[in-house]
Nanobody, 120 residues
Framework: QVQFAETGGGLVQPGGSLRLSCAAS????????MAWYRQAPGKQRELVAE?????????NYADSVQGRFTISRDDAKNTVYLQMNSLKPEDTAVYYC????????????WGQGTQVTVSS
């Protein structure tokens, strides 16, 4: 089963930027579509961005991050990235990555996530 390790979170002021990384191990990374999710305190986990397999030709974003976040992948490094610009306080959450099998099931185990806090 694929396992993930998310890094790159931190405290940033509104309007700032962060780049998250998700390293995968345990399987053939390139065959999986990948996605970033986030969970804020008291809220359900939500899909943030997704990217197709095999080089990532297609991407999709939640309306709330469209135009501010960019998902990308490097299959040679078994890593998927999330570049986050123009961050807002409402982006504060723990961010996770996984390989979606369907809208509610996943190929991988959830990692620890990485905390992103947007505050002045």
């Amino acid at each position: 089963q694929v396992q993930f390790a998310e890094t790159g979170g931190g405290l940033v002021q509104p309007g700032g930027s962060l780049r998250l990384s998700c390293a995968a191990s345990g399987s053939i990374f390139s065959i999986y579509a990948m996605a970033w999710y986030r969970q804020a305190p008291g809220k359900q986990r939500e899909l943030v961005a997704e990217i197709t397999a095999g080089g990532g030709g297609n991407t999709n974003y939640a309306d709330s991050v469209q135009g501010r976040f960019t998902i990308s992948r490097d299959d040679a490094k078994n890593t998927v990235y999330l570049q986050m610009n123009s961050l807002k306080p409402e982006d504060t959450a723990v961010y996770y990555c996984n390989a979606p099998r369907s809208s509610t099931t996943y190929y991988g185990r959830w990692g620890q996530g990485t905390q992103v806090t947007v505050s002045s």
